[in-house]
C-alpha cells in the first residue's frame, strides 16, 4: 500500500459541492471502489440520494435522510466554514478520515493506491480511535502488523519440542503406553489350530465333509490300499497288452506313455454313422425321384435388346450393376424432379407467350404430361 497523507481541504470542498445541497451523482474517480461497487450491483437509483450517499446503518441514531437534511441548511454558508475537523483512525485493513461538517455530520473518506476517495456519510461523534494525526495513525497499523506477522512466524511444533527443554520446578508427566505381555508358544498354536476345525462357511448351516487324510501313493506301487491319497486321475488305456482300466498318479503322468500317444494320434473318424434314410414321394400310387438338395447354380435371365436375346446370370448383373446406395438413389431423383420442373417452367412461359388465353393450370400440366409420354415412346 502507498503511504498517505493527510486528506487534502480542496478535495473536501470539492466532495461537499455534490453534498451541500445533496445532487448525485459524484464522478467514479472520486468515489471508493466499495461505494462504487454497491451502485453498480445494487443499481442503486440516482432520485434516492440518501441511499446514494450513505451505507445503510439500522443502528444509528439518525436516519440518512436527517443526515443530508442537516447539509441542506448549510448552502447559505461559504465552503471554507463547513469543515471543522479532520480525524483518522484504521480498521486494521484500511486507513479513514472524517471530516466533521455542520453540528451532526462526518464526510469519510477512504485511502486506495491513488489517494484519498469518498466512501460513507455519518454522524457524531468520531470513534474513540479516531486521532488528529495520521502519523499516529500509522504507527498503530506498523505495530499491530508486525505482531500479527511475528505471530504468523511462530511454529507450534518448535513451542511443542522447546517444552522439553524448559526448566521447571514440578516433573512432568511422561505419557506410557500400556503393553499387554507377550503371548505363550502354546497359546499361538492354539490360535492357528483353531483354523482347522471350522467346517464350512460362515452362512452354511451344513458342515462340509472331513477329507481323510492319506498317504501319497509310492511311485509304482500298489494303488489299492485306503491308506493311499484317493485324489487320483482315472485314464482309460491299455498297459502290458491287458485292456483294462489303471489310475496313474502326478509323477506317472510326467512320463510320456506311448500308448496313450499312440491310441489318441490313430483316431480314425467313424465310418459307421447313422446316415438318414432318403425321403420318399409317392403320389396318386406312383413314387417320384427324391428331391436333389445339392446346390444349383442360378438359372440364366434373358433379356431382348434391339431383337437380340441375350442370356445373363443373376451374379453378372450384380458384377456390372454394384448395389445402389439409398441416399444416392434419393439423391438423384430429387435433382431428376428438379430438372423436370425446370423444363415444365420453361414450357410454360413459351406456351403462354404463344397462346393468348388461360387454358387453366390443370390444362398445362396435363399437354406437358403428353409431350413427355410422346417423348419417352420414341426412345
Request: overall charge negative; aromatic content about 8%.
Amino acid at each position: 500500500m502507498s503511504t498517505p497523507f493527510p486528506l487534502p481541504f480542496h478535495l473536501v470542498s470539492l466532495v461537499l459541492q455534490y453534498l451541500v445541497p445533496p445532487v448525485p451523482p459524484i464522478p467514479p474517480h472520486l468515489l471508493s471502489k466499495a461505494l462504487d461497487q454497491r451502485h453498480l450491483f445494487l443499481s442503486v437509483d440516482l432520485t434516492d440520494p440518501a441511499s446514494y450517499f450513505c451505507w445503510p446503518r439500522p443502528n444509528s441514531t439518525h436516519t440518512p435522510e436527517q443526515i443530508l437534511q442537516s447539509l441542506e441548511s448549510l448552502s447559505a454558508s461559504e465552503p471554507e466554514s463547513f469543515v471543522n475537523e479532520i480525524k483518522y483512525d484504521t480498521d486494521g485493513e484500511f486507513i479513514h478520515a472524517r471530516a466533521q461538517v455542520g453540528t451532526l455530520a462526518l464526510v469519510v473518506f477512504v485511502w486506495e493506491e491513488d489517494g484519498w476517495k469518498y466512501h460513507d456519510l455519518q454522524t457524531l461523534p468520531f470513534p474513540s480511535q479516531a486521532r488528529a494525526s495520521l502519523g499516529e495513525v500509522m504507527e498503530e497499523l506498523t505495530l499491530r502488523e508486525h505482531a500479527e506477522s511475528h505471530v504468523e512466524e511462530a511454529d507450534p511444533a518448535d513451542n511443542y519440542w522447546d517444552g522439553y527443554g524448559s526448566s521447571s520446578s514440578s516433573p512432568r508427566a511422561v505419557p506410557t503406553v500400556a503393553i499387554s505381555p507377550s503371548p505363550s508358544a502354546f497359546e499361538e498354536d492354539s490360535y492357528w489350530a483353531a483354523y482347522s476345525s471350522v467346517q464350512g462357511t460362515a452362512d452354511s448351516t451344513i458342515p462340509s465333509p472331513i477329507i481323510p487324510k492319506r498317504a501319497m501313493a509310492p511311485l509304482g506301487g500298489d494303488l489299492s490300499g485306503p491308506e493311499y491319497d484317493g485324489r487320483l486321475l482315472y485314464f482309460p488305456m491299455e498297459q502290458e497288452g491287458q485292456a483294462g482300466e489303471s489310475y496313474l498318479t502326478p509323477f506317472q503322468l510326467d512320463e510320456p506313455k506311448a500308448g496313450v500317444v499312440s491310441h489318441l494320434a490313430g483316431d480314425e473318424p467313424r465310418t459307421d454313422a447313422a446316415v438318414d434314410p432318403p425321403v420318399r414321394i409317392v403320389i396318386n400310387g406312383s413314387e417320384l425321384d427324391p428331391p436333389d438338395t445339392s446346390p444349383q447354380p442360378p438359372s440364366p435371365l434373358s433379356v431382348t435388346l434391339d431383337g437380340q436375346k441375350a442370356y445373363f446370370t443373376p451374379s453378372d448383373y450384380l458384377a456390372s450393376h454394384p448395389k445402389r446406395d439409398a441416399e444416392e438413389d434419393e439423391s438423384e431423383n430429387t435433382d431428376m424432379q428438379d430438372a423436370i420442373r425446370g423444363v415444365y417452367k420453361l414450357w410454360v412461359n413459351v406456351r403462354r407467350r404463344r397462346v393468348m388465353e388461360f387454358e387453366g393450370l390443370d390444362a398445362e400440366k396435363a399437354a406437358f404430361l403428353e409431350l413427355v409420354r410422346a417423348a419417352i415412346q420414341k426412345v
